[in-house]
């Protein structure tokens, strides 16, 4: 259950990231 919860946290913080780099470079 444990890496089942990892794996989400992982998949939600790159797409969050990628998500602020692409803010980041199409911002100004």
Do not use: A, D, V
Not at 5 to 25: A, K, M, P, V
């Amino acid at each position: 259950m444990k890496n089942f919860f990892l794996e989400i946290f992982t998949w939600w913080s790159s797409q969050t990231l990628g998500t602020r780099i692409y803010t980041l470079l199409n911002g100004k």
